[in-house]
Nanobody
């Protein structure tokens, strides 16, 4: 059974940092491209960042470029999202997503709230 478990969310002040983790099990993690999405309250889920299976390629949404960094540790079956210079508009539920061909798996999400 495939499981993606996000952690690391919480309440942080504007300008602060958080590191999200997504631990994967039940799949050949190093064969999957990994993505982070987020869904702000009352809005649709949107793509935040992508990292290739080997970690050699990344993509970032314009809204977070230069502030967030996606990385992965294939030995630990874990993908990370380092979030710096957080803004109130980064408040959202953050989800990790594993994709390979027609296989597509989601975690349950972790809440990030940026507020003073």
């Amino acid at each position: 059974q495939v499981q993606l478990v996000e952690s690391g969310g919480g309440l942080v002040q504007p300008g602060g940092s958080l590191r999200l983790s997504c631990a994967a099990s039940g799949l050949s993690f190093s064969n999957y491209g990994m993505r982070w999405y987020r869904q702000p309250p009352g809005k649709e889920r949107g793509l935040v960042a992508i990292i290739s299976s080997a970690g050699s390629s990344t993509y970032y949404a314009d809204s977070i470029k230069g502030r967030f960094t996606i990385s992965r540790d294939n030995a630990k079956n874990t993908v990370y999202l380092q979030m710096n210079s957080l803004k109130p508009e980064d408040t959202a539920m953050y989800y990790c997503n594993a994709v390979q061909s027609h296989f597509n798996y989601w975690g349950q999400g972790t809440q990030v709230t940026v507020s003073s």
